[in-house]
């Protein structure tokens, strides 16, 4: 007998780390909620879709179930804008409230809640991730998946999924950092954070992974923090415009870039924060693009066996990878990072690999 999904994350938080996990549990998860008596809501943002998408086959089957559906389909994926029009017009057509994102602003955010009746009140039920609901890219592409039903969570992605209908404009967030909102204050607060505790204490670390780092006042922050002493250490797999190890400005910044089998698509953002570390997860790249101009959704996760995978079992490999990995040096030239002689050698998405298939066999 399987679990059910909803009282799964009940019991904790579920991190899921694709490929190398699978992607079907979030398709279980919408169709769960379609098929659940006591589910009464499902809202979600859709962004690249896909030809086939049984994402699509879920929201339309709750809707026939009688529960209310709300999908902002984001017309402009690059990719996939003609299937995303074609499934708005099915959705709509099938009676799901259909929703075409705010004016001018593209919604990159992934986001998926269930409103579900449990005894007399209410539960919400939250899937985050740093990729798309695309069955496809869920197999080629590294990304991070997150299901809670965390109350302060499922209150801020109410809240988003308001802002986005055009009910409401908050500003304020619970646990979330919402682009174009507050993302930009918050991250810069984290960064400065980090700055004081190096003063303090002498443990200032972040680690960043992410697409691109393009956005000049964020280089500026982390150029900031390597002259305080912070140690940076940043995995950017495509275009980097901060120079590491340049003397006196950027010193303890490094910047290494993973190219390999899969495209590495997971946005994370570790904080070392005086030993009370915090992780958080995004859909954004730290890109003008990004942070002011479109809408993005960065989340914390919390559970401390959870930060400890992310921290040890992903962050430190990536950093440990002597053969995909290339250094950025501080001239802007890549050079692949020597494996030394005496070390084994390390691919991080084949050691990724070995080890969650090692844990599917426990």
């Given at each position: 007998?399987?679990?059910?999904?909803?009282?799964?994350?009940?019991?904790?938080?579920?991190?899921?780390?694709?490929?190398?996990?699978?992607?079907?549990?979030?398709?279980d998860f919408l169709n769960a909620a379609a098929e659940d008596p006591d589910v009464l809501a499902i809202k979600q943002t859709l962004y690249r879709v896909g030809r086939n998408s049984p994402v699509v086959d879920a929201l339309l089957k709750a809707r026939e179930n009688g529960k209310q559906v709300s999908v902002l389909v984001e017309l402009?994926?690059?990719?996939?804008?003609?299937?995303?029009?074609?499934?708005?017009?099915?959705?709509?057509?099938?009676?799901?409230?259909?929703?075409?994102?705010?004016?001018?602003?593209?919604?990159?955010?992934?986001?998926?809640?269930?409103?579900?009746?449990?005894?007399?009140?209410?539960?919400?039920?939250?899937?985050?991730?740093?990729?798309?609901?695309?069955?496809?890219?869920?197999?080629?592409?590294?990304?991070?998946?997150?299901?809670?039903?965390?109350?302060?969570?499922?209150?801020?992605?109410?809240?988003?999924?308001?802002?986005?209908?055009?009910?409401?404009?908050?500003?304020?967030?619970?646990?979330?950092?919402?682009?174009?909102?507050?993302?930009?204050?918050?991250?810069?607060?984290?960064?400065?954070?980090?700055?004081?505790?190096?003063?303090?204490?002498?443990?200032?670390?972040?680690?960043?992974?992410?697409?691109?780092?393009?956005?000049?006042?964020?280089?500026?922050?982390?150029?900031?923090?390597?002259?305080?002493?912070?140690?940076?250490?940043?995995?950017?797999?495509?275009?980097?415009?901060?120079?590491?190890?340049?003397?006196?400005?950027?010193?303890?910044?490094?910047?290494?870039?993973?190219?390999?089998?899969?495209?590495?698509?997971?946005?994370?953002?570790?904080?070392?924060?005086?030993?009370?570390?915090?992780?958080?997860?995004?859909?954004?790249?730290?890109?003008?693009?990004?942070?002011?101009?479109?809408?993005?959704?960065?989340?914390?996760?919390?559970?401390?066996?959870?930060?400890?995978?992310?921290r040890d079992d992903v962050l430190a490999i990536y950093l440990a990878d002597n053969t995909k990995a290339r250094r950025l040096l501080p001239d802007g030239e890549y050079e692949y990072v020597p494996a030394d002689p005496k070390e084994n050698s390390l691919n991080s998405q084949s050691w990724l690999l070995n080890f969650h298939g090692q844990?599917?066999?426990?």
């Amino acid at each position: 007998h399987k679990e059910n999904i909803f009282s799964a994350i009940r019991r904790n938080s579920i991190l899921l780390h694709h490929p190398y996990d699978s992607f079907m549990p979030v398709i279980d998860f919408l169709n769960a909620a379609a098929e659940d008596p006591d589910v009464l809501a499902i809202k979600q943002t859709l962004y690249r879709v896909g030809r086939n998408s049984p994402v699509v086959d879920a929201l339309l089957k709750a809707r026939e179930n009688g529960k209310q559906v709300s999908v902002l389909v984001e017309l402009k994926a690059r990719f996939d804008e003609e299937s995303n029009i074609e499934w708005a017009r099915t959705l709509e057509h099938e009676g799901v409230h259909v929703i075409y994102g705010l004016l001018g602003i593209k919604t990159h955010s992934k986001i998926a809640l269930v409103v579900r009746k449990e005894g007399g009140r209410i539960r919400r039920y939250i899937h985050m991730g740093t990729g798309n609901y695309n069955v496809v890219t869920g197999h080629q592409y590294t990304d991070l998946g997150y299901f809670t039903c965390d109350e302060d969570i499922g209150a801020d992605a109410t809240d988003f999924l308001n802002y986005l209908t055009g009910y409401s404009g908050k500003k304020n967030y619970r646990k979330l950092m919402v682009a174009p909102v507050n993302l930009r204050a918050g991250f810069e607060t984290l960064i400065q954070r980090e700055i004081a505790s190096q003063q303090q204490n002498g443990q200032g670390h972040m680690i960043f992974k992410m697409n691109a780092l393009v956005d000049k006042q964020i280089i500026q922050s982390l150029y900031q923090a390597s002259q305080a002493g912070v140690k940076v250490d940043l995995i950017v797999r495509s275009i980097c415009c901060l120079r590491p190890g340049i003397p006196g400005l950027s010193d303890n910044i490094r910047v290494i870039s993973v190219v390999g089998r899969f495209l590495e698509h997971s946005r994370i953002y570790y904080f070392q924060n005086s030993g009370n570390e915090e992780i958080y997860l995004s859909s954004a790249d730290l890109m003008p693009r990004n942070i002011d101009r479109r809408v993005e959704v960065m989340f914390p996760v919390e559970d401390a066996k959870q930060i400890r995978y992310i921290r040890d079992d992903v962050l430190a490999i990536y950093l440990a990878d002597n053969t995909k990995a290339r250094r950025l040096l501080p001239d802007g030239e890549y050079e692949y990072v020597p494996a030394d002689p005496k070390e084994n050698s390390l691919n991080s998405q084949s050691w990724l690999l070995n080890f969650h298939g090692q844990l599917s066999e426990e």
